[in-house]
C-alpha cells in the first residue's frame, strides 16, 4: 500500500511543481498547490506507513504551507486579480480613459499585425508622472531558456482586454532594441 500511495505522491508533487513553477495567474498557481497539498499527504501517509518519522514531520509542515498557498493563490490573490479585472471593466463604461490593472504588464501577451510576437514580463514607468515608459517583452525559449528580451516603447503599444497590442509587424519587432536580462535602459 505505501508504494501506490508512494508514486501517487511523486505523480502530484512533479505536476504541483510545474503548475506553480510555471506562473501562469493566480488560479493555476492556487490549483498547483491543491495537486501539492495531494502529494505532501500521500507523502505524510507513506512516512507513517513505513515509520519514517523525518518524512512524516516534513509533510506535516509541508502541507500546512500547501494549505496557505491555496488561501494565498486561490483566495486572496485571486480575489486581487478579480478586483483589477472588475474595476476595468467598469472603467470602460465610464466618461475619462479606460483603466487596466498594472500587474497585467508582468504577464500579457503582445501581439502584433501578425499576431503573437511575445508575453511581457515587466514595464517601466515613470515615479512622479506613473507613466509608462515601456515594456520588456519577451520572446522565443521554453521557460526563459533561451528567450530573447525587447524593450517595447509605449507609444508603440496599449492594452486591449487581457492582452497588450503592439502597433508594429513581426520584422519591426524584431529591430527593437534588445535587452540583457540585467541590463535595462533608463529612458
Known sequence: MADIISWIATVATITGAFMTASNLGARITGVGF???LIGSLSWLATGLLTDQPALTWTNVVLTLLNLFGIWRWLGRQASVEEGGRAAAEA????PG???FPVSLLSRAEVA???G???????????CQSGRI???VVSEGGVAGVGETLRRLPWEHAHVAGEGV???LGA?????????KRDEWPAR
Open 34 to 36: 491543491g495537486v501539492f
Open 91 to 94: 472603467s470602460a463604461e465610464t
Open 116 to 126: 503573437s510576437i511575445g508575453r511581457c514580463i515587466d514595464a517601466l514607468a515613470g
Open 133 to 135: 515608459a515601456y515594456v
Open 97 to 99: 480613459e479606460a483603466l
Open 171 to 179: 520584422a519591426q519587432f524584431a529591430h527593437l532594441q534588445e535587452l
Open 165 to 167: 497590442v503592439a502597433d
Open 112 to 114: 502584433g499585425h501578425s
